[in-house]
């Protein structure tokens, strides 16, 4: 879980700059890049997630 937790604040803080850069600059690859992070940010969560939930069934 500090895992998720600690990538999560790294995948917020890249959204939020490349937001911010696009702001300041109008140029649309932060945008491509903030949306590309989101992108694996979720799947990376699903799979650590899902891991966590095998991990579960596999003790039970």
Known sequence: MLLLR????????TIGAGIAAFL????RRYLNLSWQVT???AIFALI??????LERVIVL
Request: aromatic residues 10%; without cysteine; positive net charge.
């Open 6 to 13: 600690i990538v999560g604040v790294l995948v917020a803080i």
């Open 24 to 27: 300041l600059t109008r140029d």
């Open 39 to 41: 992108k694996y940010a």
């Open 48 to 53: 650590v997630l899902s891991l966590m939930f």
